[in-house]
Protein backbone atom coordinates (compact mmCIF):
# COMPACT_ATOMS: atom_id res chain seq x y z
CA UNK A 1 0.00 0.00 0.00
CA UNK A 2 1.59 3.15 -1.04
CA UNK A 3 2.11 5.86 1.87
CA UNK A 4 -0.74 8.22 2.39
CA UNK A 5 -3.33 5.61 0.62
CA UNK A 6 -6.10 4.56 2.98
CA UNK A 7 -6.79 1.16 3.93
CA UNK A 8 -9.76 -0.20 2.23
CA UNK A 9 -12.25 -1.77 4.79
CA UNK A 10 -13.49 -4.78 4.68
CA UNK A 11 -17.80 -3.96 5.39
CA UNK A 12 -20.44 -6.31 6.27
CA UNK A 13 -23.82 -4.94 6.68
CA UNK A 14 -26.55 -5.98 9.15
CA UNK A 15 -30.41 -5.20 8.76
CA UNK A 16 -32.10 -5.61 11.43
CA UNK A 17 -35.95 -5.34 9.70
CA UNK A 18 -38.26 -5.27 12.83
CA UNK A 19 -36.37 -2.40 14.29
CA UNK A 20 -35.54 -0.12 11.18
CA UNK A 21 -38.94 -0.52 9.33
CA UNK A 22 -41.45 -1.26 12.68
CA UNK A 23 -44.50 -0.50 11.49
CA UNK A 24 -44.04 -0.83 7.77
CA UNK A 25 -43.84 1.81 5.35
CA UNK A 26 -47.15 3.47 7.09
CA UNK A 27 -44.40 4.19 10.06
CA UNK A 28 -41.71 5.32 7.45
CA UNK A 29 -43.66 7.70 5.29
CA UNK A 30 -42.53 6.12 2.27
CA UNK A 31 -41.59 3.08 0.42
CA UNK A 32 -37.69 1.46 0.12
CA UNK A 33 -36.32 0.91 -3.14
CA UNK A 34 -34.18 -2.05 -1.95
CA UNK A 35 -32.17 -2.16 -4.78
CA UNK A 36 -31.31 1.46 -4.58
CA UNK A 37 -30.67 0.68 -0.99
CA UNK A 38 -28.52 -2.45 -1.86
CA UNK A 39 -26.27 -0.37 -4.07
CA UNK A 40 -26.34 2.14 -2.03
CA UNK A 41 -24.41 0.41 1.04
CA UNK A 42 -22.27 -1.34 -1.67
CA UNK A 43 -21.32 1.93 -3.20
CA UNK A 44 -21.06 4.09 0.40
CA UNK A 45 -19.09 1.67 2.24
CA UNK A 46 -18.43 -1.29 -0.20
CA UNK A 47 -20.32 -3.58 1.66
CA UNK A 48 -19.58 -7.32 0.68
CA UNK A 49 -22.34 -8.85 1.98
CA UNK A 50 -25.71 -7.70 3.41
CA UNK A 51 -27.54 -9.98 5.87
CA UNK A 52 -31.27 -8.97 6.33
CA UNK A 53 -32.87 -10.50 9.41
CA UNK A 54 -36.62 -10.48 9.80
CA UNK A 55 -39.57 -12.76 10.05
CA UNK A 56 -42.01 -14.72 8.01
CA UNK A 57 -45.64 -15.44 8.49
CA UNK A 58 -45.54 -19.53 7.62
CA UNK A 59 -48.85 -21.17 7.99
CA UNK A 60 -47.86 -24.64 9.61
CA UNK A 61 -45.04 -24.54 7.34
CA UNK A 62 -42.63 -27.39 8.47
CA UNK A 63 -39.75 -25.55 9.69
CA UNK A 64 -36.95 -27.77 11.25
CA UNK A 65 -35.25 -25.16 14.33
CA UNK A 66 -32.59 -27.31 14.73
CA UNK A 67 -31.52 -27.88 11.20
CA UNK A 68 -32.73 -24.62 9.77
CA UNK A 69 -30.74 -21.51 10.27
CA UNK A 70 -33.39 -19.70 7.75
CA UNK A 71 -36.82 -20.40 6.75
CA UNK A 72 -36.38 -21.68 3.11
CA UNK A 73 -37.99 -18.89 1.11
CA UNK A 74 -38.49 -20.74 -2.15
CA UNK A 75 -40.19 -23.83 -0.53
CA UNK A 76 -42.43 -21.46 1.65
CA UNK A 77 -43.77 -19.87 -2.05
CA UNK A 78 -44.58 -23.03 -3.18
CA UNK A 79 -46.34 -24.43 0.28
CA UNK A 80 -48.22 -21.12 0.45
CA UNK A 81 -48.78 -20.87 -3.19
CA UNK A 82 -50.61 -24.56 -3.09
CA UNK A 83 -52.38 -23.84 0.62
CA UNK A 84 -54.49 -21.31 -1.27
CA UNK A 85 -54.52 -23.67 -4.47
CA UNK A 86 -55.89 -26.61 -2.94
CA UNK A 87 -57.22 -25.43 0.61
CA UNK A 88 -59.01 -22.38 -0.54
CA UNK A 89 -62.32 -24.20 -0.02
CA UNK A 90 -61.18 -24.82 3.57
CA UNK A 91 -60.69 -21.85 3.89
CA UNK A 92 -63.01 -18.68 4.37
CA UNK A 93 -62.74 -15.53 2.88
CA UNK A 94 -60.17 -13.40 5.41
CA UNK A 95 -58.04 -16.58 5.66
CA UNK A 96 -57.69 -16.50 1.76
CA UNK A 97 -56.88 -12.80 1.96
CA UNK A 98 -54.46 -13.59 4.78
CA UNK A 99 -52.59 -16.24 3.21
CA UNK A 100 -52.23 -14.70 0.17
CA UNK A 101 -50.82 -11.40 2.15
CA UNK A 102 -48.17 -12.96 3.36
CA UNK A 103 -47.80 -14.92 0.23
CA UNK A 104 -46.72 -11.17 -1.37
CA UNK A 105 -44.26 -10.91 1.84
CA UNK A 106 -42.37 -13.94 0.71
CA UNK A 107 -42.28 -13.07 -2.99
CA UNK A 108 -40.80 -9.73 -1.72
CA UNK A 109 -38.10 -11.67 0.10
CA UNK A 110 -37.34 -13.55 -2.83
CA UNK A 111 -36.90 -10.79 -4.61
CA UNK A 112 -33.92 -9.59 -2.06
CA UNK A 113 -32.27 -12.70 -2.81
CA UNK A 114 -32.11 -12.10 -6.15
CA UNK A 115 -30.65 -8.80 -5.30
CA UNK A 116 -28.21 -10.40 -3.74
CA UNK A 117 -29.33 -9.78 0.06
CA UNK A 118 -28.83 -12.74 2.45
CA UNK A 119 -31.49 -13.68 4.25
CA UNK A 120 -32.02 -14.55 7.93
CA UNK A 121 -35.76 -15.40 8.12
CA UNK A 122 -37.46 -16.70 11.38
CA UNK A 123 -41.22 -17.98 11.99
CA UNK A 124 -43.62 -15.69 13.21
CA UNK A 125 -45.28 -16.74 16.49
CA UNK A 126 -47.88 -15.95 18.50
CA UNK A 127 -47.51 -14.55 22.18
CA UNK A 128 -49.86 -14.05 24.42
CA UNK A 129 -49.95 -10.98 26.64
CA UNK A 130 -50.82 -10.59 30.20
CA UNK A 131 -53.83 -8.11 29.11
CA UNK A 132 -55.00 -11.02 26.99
CA UNK A 133 -54.37 -9.82 24.05
CA UNK A 134 -51.67 -11.74 21.71
CA UNK A 135 -48.36 -10.44 19.87
CA UNK A 136 -46.93 -11.24 16.64
CA UNK A 137 -43.05 -11.25 17.06
CA UNK A 138 -39.97 -13.16 15.26
CA UNK A 139 -37.13 -13.20 17.80
CA UNK A 140 -34.25 -11.86 15.38
CA UNK A 141 -32.06 -9.71 17.93
CA UNK A 142 -30.38 -13.03 19.11
CA UNK A 143 -29.32 -14.42 15.63
CA UNK A 144 -28.34 -10.55 14.77
CA UNK A 145 -25.82 -10.48 17.64
CA UNK A 146 -24.69 -13.84 16.84
CA UNK A 147 -23.66 -13.13 13.24
CA UNK A 148 -22.13 -9.86 14.28
CA UNK A 149 -19.87 -12.07 16.64
CA UNK A 150 -19.55 -14.90 14.26
CA UNK A 151 -18.53 -12.96 11.56
CA UNK A 152 -16.10 -10.39 13.72
CA UNK A 153 -12.86 -12.04 12.08
CA UNK A 154 -13.99 -11.26 8.62
CA UNK A 155 -14.97 -7.72 8.59
CA UNK A 156 -13.27 -4.73 9.45
CA UNK A 157 -15.96 -2.82 9.69
CA UNK A 158 -19.83 -3.18 10.41
CA UNK A 159 -22.56 -0.98 9.36
CA UNK A 160 -25.51 -1.86 11.07
CA UNK A 161 -28.93 -0.85 10.41
CA UNK A 162 -30.83 -1.16 13.87
CA UNK A 163 -31.01 1.23 16.84
CA UNK A 164 -32.00 -1.19 18.85
CA UNK A 165 -30.38 -1.26 22.43
CA UNK A 166 -30.33 -4.53 23.13
CA UNK A 167 -26.98 -4.74 20.23
CA UNK A 168 -25.18 -2.64 22.44
CA UNK A 169 -22.93 -5.32 24.59
CA UNK A 170 -22.14 -6.61 21.10
CA UNK A 171 -21.03 -3.21 19.62
CA UNK A 172 -19.16 -2.22 22.53
CA UNK A 173 -17.56 -5.47 22.13
CA UNK A 174 -16.76 -4.63 18.37
CA UNK A 175 -14.89 -1.64 19.08
CA UNK A 176 -12.93 -2.93 21.94
CA UNK A 177 -11.25 -4.85 19.36
CA UNK A 178 -10.57 -2.21 16.89
CA UNK A 179 -13.84 -2.79 14.48
CA UNK A 180 -15.71 0.34 12.58
CA UNK A 181 -18.95 0.52 13.69
CA UNK A 182 -21.21 2.84 11.97
CA UNK A 183 -25.23 2.79 12.78
CA UNK A 184 -27.55 3.63 9.97
CA UNK A 185 -30.93 3.81 12.05
CA UNK A 186 -34.29 5.81 11.94
CA UNK A 187 -33.62 8.73 14.25
CA UNK A 188 -37.02 7.94 16.10
CA UNK A 189 -36.55 4.65 16.40
CA UNK A 190 -33.08 5.25 17.72
CA UNK A 191 -31.99 4.10 21.43
CA UNK A 192 -30.40 6.91 23.38
CA UNK A 193 -27.61 4.64 23.88
CA UNK A 194 -26.96 3.54 20.78
CA UNK A 195 -27.21 7.64 19.45
CA UNK A 196 -24.49 8.02 22.40
CA UNK A 197 -21.83 5.01 21.33
CA UNK A 198 -22.02 6.07 17.79
CA UNK A 199 -21.54 9.58 18.14
CA UNK A 200 -20.77 10.61 14.93
CA UNK A 201 -20.59 7.32 13.45
CA UNK A 202 -24.63 7.68 13.90
CA UNK A 203 -26.29 8.29 10.34
CA UNK A 204 -30.05 8.88 10.17
CA UNK A 205 -31.62 6.57 7.85
CA UNK A 206 -34.53 9.33 7.31
CA UNK A 207 -32.34 11.52 5.42
CA UNK A 208 -31.59 8.88 2.81
CA UNK A 209 -35.46 9.53 1.76
CA UNK A 210 -34.84 11.20 -2.09
CA UNK A 211 -31.85 8.55 -2.19
CA UNK A 212 -33.90 5.37 -1.60
CA UNK A 213 -37.17 6.10 -2.02
CA UNK A 214 -39.29 3.79 -4.57
CA UNK A 215 -40.87 5.87 -7.40
CA UNK A 216 -44.57 5.67 -7.54
CA UNK A 217 -45.90 4.00 -10.81
Known sequence: MLQGEKKKLKTFVFIDASNLFYGGEKSLGWKIDYKKLLFYLQEKYDASHIFYFGGVEIHNFKYNYQKDDTVPISRLESYLSDLIKNKGRELNEAEILLVGRHLQRVRFYLKLLKFGYRLFLKPVKMYDQEDGTTKRKANCDVDMAFCLMKEKDTFDRAVVLSGDGD???????????????????????????????????FRDFEYLRELLKMKEK
Not at 171 to 200: C, D, M, N
Open 167 to 201: FLPVLKYLKEIKKEVIILSRGPRTAKEIKQFAGSD
